[in-house]
């Protein structure tokens, strides 16, 4: 089956969607299908990664959080019927608007990755007035995936009349083995006692939260912050002003080896972040065996659940600093648990594969999910 994926960014950006969709680009090559990946950036390019065509049209308004390529909207509007089904991610992104505005004739499948809101006022002022156009990506969607079943009641709230064409089918995680102690690293005594913070520096995720919590727990214990975004600078002068910048390390974007070697050094993981569609920072640590706090929005909560028992996961108010803190202190203390048995990404491909055949009437190629 021929795919078009239309995203806000691609690899090498970095967050929750990019993962996504990366993953999922990667699974559907493996089982057989032809992707391409339609996008936006400062520049126009196009190249294979992966095995996947990645075409990137220059941005028309670059604004970061109102990214717009008219350059993609056209190019749809010829190319569209080329593929056999678009997939298209991102309620919050002006992409899957360019993307439903464009040729009307290709079965579209729309995964909204849905918050309900913006995450600054103005922002979330402007999301009621943008609902309109959410309203035309989703009537024109032929099927609506959402990652969560929490996900779904939030975006059923407001666009009651898609409940018939929406599905869930849950974020993957890396199946893991238990992971060996990571061997001492260069200035870093043995005794300390790091916790991993992973996702996008935005102001929703709450890290200066976690920041601030950690001025509670002493130098034997490290936080180590992975991930890049416009908060980055803010929360490293916030790290250094609360005398925190030894205690508080950004390691920015990580290659997979390196994230790995994070992972096994960790003895806790937090979130602290105030929405998600599905929080995946949280499900690849409890996959990992890790200790993990997080905070109590319905999206961890479901992950919480679909974890099942024997993880250790303790939810935590993020505007309570002590509150915080200590659940931080509890996780690190706690040990290493049985890796969470969690939705795989193979398990990802195969639900939306079945989700094209749905929409087109065709089946999909046989093909060996996985990587």
Request: aromatic residues 6%; contains cysteine; charged residues 20%.
């Amino acid at each position: 089956m021929r795919v078009g994926v239309v995203s806000n960014a691609y690899h090498p950006d970095i967050g929750g969607v990019e993962t996504h969709v990366k993953r999922l680009c990667a699974g559907l090559i493996d089982a057989g299908d032809d992707v391409e990946v339609i996008t936006q950036h400062a520049a126009r390019s196009v190249e294979t990664v992966d095995g996947v065509l990645v075409r990137r049209f220059p941005l028309t308004v670059p604004a970061g959080n109102y990214r717009l390529s008219l350059p993609l909207w056209r190019w749809l509007r010829i190319h569209a019927q080329e593929y056999d089904v678009l997939h298209v991610h991102s309620y919050h992104a002006l992409a899957a608007l360019c993307a439903a505005l464009g040729n009307p004739g290709t079965p579209m499948v729309f995964t909204p990755h849905y918050h309900g809101t913006g995450h600054t006022r103005f922002r979330a002022a402007l999301h009621p007035l943008y609902r309109p156009f959410g309203r035309i990506v989703l009537k024109r969607s032929s099927a609506v995936v959402c990652v969560t079943a929490a996900e779904r009641d939030l975006l059923l709230k407001h666009f009651p009349d898609v409940a018939d064409r929406t599905v869930v089918i849950p974020n993957g995680t890396d199946p893991r083995p238990p992971l060996p102690p990571a061997p001492p690293r260069i200035g870093v005594p043995a005794q300390v006692r790091r916790i991993l913070c992973v996702g996008r520096l935005e102001q929703y995720k709450r890290v200066d939260r976690v920041i601030r919590a950690m001025a509670h727990l002493g130098p034997d214990h490290r936080l180590d912050v992975v991930g890049t975004g416009p908060a980055g600078a803010q929360w490293r002068q916030l790290a250094a002003r609360l005398g925190l910048a030894g205690q508080v390390v950004f390691h920015g974007r990580l290659d997979d080896a390196a994230f790995a070697s994070c992972l096994a050094g960790a003895s806790a993981a937090v979130s602290a972040s105030a929405h998600e569609a599905f929080g995946l920072s949280v499900a690849d640590a409890l996959a990992a065996g890790l200790p993990t706090v997080a905070a109590p929005i319905p999206a961890h909560q479901e992950v919480a659940r679909l974890a099942g028992d024997g993880v250790w996961l303790r939810y935590a108010d993020p505007d309570d600093e002590a509150d915080l803190a200590a659940a931080m202190i509890e996780a690190t203390t706690a040990g290493r648990r049985r890796p969470a048995t969690l939705p795989t990404w193979d398990d990802v491909v195969g639900g939306i594969r079945d989700v094209y055949t749905a929409v087109t009437s065709r089946p999909a190629t046989a093909g060996a999910v996985g990587r």
